[in-house]
């Protein structure tokens, strides 16, 4: 799902005015009252649905940019943060963004990266097993393209990675998890349904 930050309405969701976790595409319509062109769960989160990571919506930092190693794949360092909402959209590996400190009215922290500067991540394995449904954002160089990913069937981080940059062309591309991937995209018949999510981001009409 291609959008272009410039002229789409591209937000991140997670909880209504009242604080109450939305966890889910219908949820995230019935606070809006409009609908959704496209949707998808965006990063990794808290047992409470609160991100790992930075997170800010709408100009509102909810929580803080992670720097150091940690446990699971948030913590495969380099790590990224996915940045929009002043026409561009950017994915940043996570201390080329701190250096850089741009201003974002959404972003979202997660990890790992799958491509950095055109370069994959420099420890996926070609041969890896771990294999799942996994999704992700990549962006263009210019910052005038996002775009959002799922695959079809169980894939490793090196193939993700590698058809982000050579089939798509993206120059950076930021993973969001895996497993609990779901896309929400009416033109393509798809309301993928299963567990509650934490941050959602997507398209409103």
Aim: charged share 20%; with cysteine.
């Amino acid at each position: 799902c291609t959008v272009d930050p410039a002229t789409e309405d591209l937000r991140l969701f997670r909880a209504d005015a009242q604080g109450k976790v939305l966890g889910s595409f219908a949820a995230v319509e019935s606070a809006l009252g409009r609908p959704l062109a496209f949707a998808m769960n965006a990063g990794m989160y808290h047992p409470d649905r609160r991100a790992v990571g930075l997170y800010i919506e709408d100009g509102d930092q909810q929580t803080g940019l992670l720097t150091a190693e940690s446990p699971g794949n948030f913590g495969l360092l380099p790590n990224g943060v996915f940045c929009f909402g002043d026409g561009t959209a950017r994915v940043q590996e996570t201390l080329a963004f701190r250096a850089a400190a741009p201003v974002c009215r959404y972003a979202m922290q997660s990890g790992p990266m799958l491509v950095i500067d055109n370069r994959l991540h420099p420890r996926f394995l070609p041969k890896s097993d771990s294999r799942f449904i996994r999704n992700g954002v990549g962006t263009m160089a210019a910052g005038d393209r996002a775009v959002f990913v799922i695959s079809n069937d169980a894939v490793n981080f090196y193939d993700f990675a590698v058809f982000m940059r050579d089939a798509l062309g993206l120059a950076n591309a930021l993973y969001f998890d895996g497993n609990i991937s779901r896309l929400y995209a009416p033109e393509l018949g798809r309301n993928d349904p299963g567990f509650q999510l934490g941050p959602i981001v997507g398209v409103v009409q």
